[in-house]
């Protein structure tokens, strides 16, 4: 009995010891126990008033949000899990696209993490707050063309970008189309605080009367395989507050028929077929334009009286404390043809240099002889060649130097609309020319 009792004492310190041993370890490990996958009918969750429910993500990439009504989509509104990609209000969203579905003309769309955007057209006005965060705009699978009904994304009302990146990079066709299916100022583009939008390999396109206005942000466009921002009848570009306009193209035109102002802000055109077409361009409060290394620098015109959206469709401004250069275009730095003005004010700058007949141009004879033409040949007969002037004010700091050909021609017509005036100060030297001289010809 004595030997039994004995078996049992030493049996239950054994499995005390174990107990002891064994109990620690595995409440431990239960502890820092997470499971893979929590299936939303397998928990049982119960809120207290002010408390709030989360989210969980399954392995498989799919997201789930717990405690949520209606729209698998729409957020509980109680509280940000990693999936949520945008909220309005208290009110949560795993995609942006279900954000822009669900928000209201006043809505504040906030983003809180860089997200997609599969949305293919936007008829109602969209206000992003983007904290610094990334769009990515998807774009469709459509044949390769260029059509104005097709886009990765379409605009149809107003969309202001604040502190976001959106980037296009479209292969194949327009990455933005403004205002296709609407009236006057219904298409409207606006980028502020510090905003990016950048396309890639394609541009925009923007219909009659669309605005696009960039605040202190950025609007880059490059390699694009067409036109960077075809413009139909006048559509307007505002650059302000130190925005920049930034174009490297890929042998297409660059900024085409738009009414272009630019205030304390900067343009940078290169590798563009023409860096700008058509339209008309205003540099104002210290403004920098650079149009450099295109085939033209600008070629810009205008039918007699012709006026929009109360701009002359034709002018270049280059007012007091403003700054114009065109360097290394391989054919010419700037033509205008029909009813076409180009103005420096006194205490504006210009400077022309490098430009016309590029080593790679066998004969020169078949481009444009001067560096400024003014009033020059046109192949459209709707124009009248010889109504365009300049007018370089008295104080006004013009430089066209060194070029590879003559450094001005203009038309001294009684047709022009206002007469051609060089003023004091004004330096046209060290040009070269295949005809009639380097310095200035009139005709």
């Known amino acids: 009995m004595k030997g039994l009792k004995k078996k049992r004492r030493l049996l239950a310190l054994v ?13 431990e490990n239960q502890s820092n126990k997470i499971p893979d996958t929590v299936k939303a009918e397998e928990v049982s969750v119960e809120t207290a008033p002010g408390e709030t429910s989360g989210a969980e993500s399954s392995t498989d990439g799919t997201d789930e949000i717990l405690n949520t009504e209606g729209d698998p989509e729409n957020g509980s509104g109680n509280g940000e899990t990693a999936d949520t990609a945008a909220k309005i209000g208290e009110t949560d969203y795993i995609t942006l696209d279900a954000a822009i579905k669900a928000a209201k003309e006043t809505d504040i769309i906030e983003l ?81 605080d510090g905003s990016v939008c950048h396309f890639v390999n394609y541009g925009l ?6 605005k696009i206005n960039v605040d202190a942000s950025t609007l880059q466009l490059d390699d694009t395989g067409y036109t960077a921002m075809m413009g139909v009848q006048y559509p307007t570009l505002n650059l302000t507050n130190g925005a920049k306009l930034l174009i490297d193209g ?38 920098v334009a650079h149009f450099d ?80 033409d003014i009033g020059g040949w046109s192949e459209n007969s709707s124009y009248n060649y010889s109504s365009s002037s300049v007018n370089f004010e008295d104080g006004a700091n013009v430089r ?26 004004t330096v046209i030297t060290g040009n070269n020319t295949y005809q009639y001289g380097g310095g200035i010809l009139n005709f």
Request: aromatic share 6%.
């Open 15 to 27: 499995m005390g010891l174990l107990l002891f041993c064994t109990v620690p370890v595995f409440a």
């Open 112 to 192: 809180l993490r860089d997200c997609e955007l599969t949305t293919v057209k936007i008829d109602k006005p969209i206000v992003i707050q983007g904290n610094g965060k990334t769009i990515d705009v998807e774009a469709p699978d459509v044949p390769e063309i260029q059509e104005e009904n097709l886009g990765a994304l379409i605009l149809n009302s107003s969309l202001t970008l604040k502190n976001t990146v959106m980037e296009f990079d479209n292969a194949s066709h327009w990455a933005l189309i403004m205002g296709p299916d609407v009236g006057a100022d219904a298409s409207i583009l606006n980028l502020s």
């Open 205 to 210: 396109y923007a219909g009659s009367h669309a």
């Open 250 to 287: 890929k042998g297409y035109n660059g900024i085409n028929n738009f009414l272009t102002v630019v205030d304390n802000s900067t343009v940078d055109v290169s590798h563009s077929m023409q860096g700008m077409v058509g339209g008309s361009l205003v540099l104002e409060n210290h403004s």
């Open 293 to 372: 290394n295109n085939n033209t620098g600008i070629n810009t015109f205008g039918r007699n009286d012709k006026t929009t959206n109360g701009f002359v469709s034709c002018q270049i401004v280059v007012n007091a404390g403003t700054t114009l250069t065109l360097s290394r275009n391989a054919y010419t730095g700037l033509i205008l043809q029909g009813k076409a003005d180009f103005i420096v004010r006194k205490g504006g700058i210009f400077e022309a240099t490098g430009n016309g007949c590029a080593e790679d141009i066998a004969d020169c004879s078949e481009y444009w002889a001067s560096t400024v």
């Open 400 to 425: 066209i130097v060194d070029n590879n050909i003559r450094g001005l021609a203009v038309s001294t017509s009684s047709e022009s609309a206002n007469p051609s005036y060089i003023g004091k100060g």
